[in-house]
């Protein structure tokens, strides 16, 4: 196994627990150029992994190696099948957005980065993501989209790098917590969707992406130094 691509799944993992995405569940995924994908696995302690917890699978989530995936590992599996252009997948329970679906309301686009991830689709199915057929059917909604909202559940958000894939989660979640804060006070001004393209644009950058990660990851390494 690659051990840098490895590192890279528990560093994508430890940003977004530190970021609120993930709690004590949650995945991340990176898929490998000889077939299949890396994943943490399910008994990793999202909090403090090691590459030794990443475990390599096969294109249909089977594990190469003995170590365990997640039980969710069929989400990211279908994903790949039907998306030849990602590369990285991420998938987390994070509370701000995940509020917005149980009420059927638009999470507000309310910060220029929340232009990147307006109106994801929404998977209308709380259970969990554990087999090939909920694979298939999330991978549906998500169509071309960067990501999608699972109903009463979590999120997930693609990227052609982990980076990428992180960034958009981090971004979803900071733009709901906005959102519900700004309506807790009045009508929030929202971006208008006129305008999105243009921060799109100006946006849509692996550079930022990469100082996304980077500012998120000296985060956590400072807070687990203190």
């Known amino acids: 196994m690659d051990r840098n691509a490895a590192q890279s799944v528990c560093d994508a993992v430890a940003i977004l627990t530190a970021a609120g995405v993930m709690d004590f569940n949650g995945h991340a995924s990176l898929r490998r150029s000889e077939g299949g994908f890396l994943i943490n ?3 990793s302690d999202r909090a403090a992994m090691t590459p030794e917890q990443v475990c390599r699978v096969d294109g249909d989530g089977r594990p190469l190696d003995g170590i365990r995936p997640p039980n969710e590992v069929a989400l990211h599996a279908a ?3 039907a998306r030849p ?3 990285a ?3 987390g329970h994070p509370k ?3 509020l917005f679906t149980l009420t059927g309301k638009r999470i507000d686009v309310v910060m220029p980065q929340g232009c990147l991830v307006a109106d994801l689709p929404v998977y209308p199915d ?3 993501i554990s087999t090939a057929e909920r694979g298939a059917a999330v991978a549906g909604i998500l169509g071309a989209d960067r990501g999608a909202l699972l109903a009463g559940h979590g999120s997930v958000l693609t990227g052609q790098t982990l980076q990428e894939a992180v960034a958009l989660a981090v971004y979803t979640e900071h ?3 906005r959102a519900y804060r700004a309506r807790l006070l ?4 929202c971006i208008p969707a006129e305008d999105h393209d243009e921060y799109r644009q100006m946006l849509d950058k692996p550079g930022l992406y990469k100082k996304c990660w980077a500012f998120h990851l000296s985060q956590r390494r400072m807070a687990d130094v203190r």
Request: hydrophobic fraction near 30%; aromatic fraction near 8%.
């Open 41 to 43: 696995s399910g008994a």
């Open 79 to 81: 994903i790949y099948a």
């Open 85 to 87: 252009d990602v590369q």
């Open 89 to 91: 997948v991420v998938h």
């Open 96 to 98: 701000w957005s995940t």
């Open 126 to 128: 709380p259970h969990s």
């Open 175 to 177: 733009n709901a917590e």
């Open 186 to 189: 009045g009508s929030p001004r």
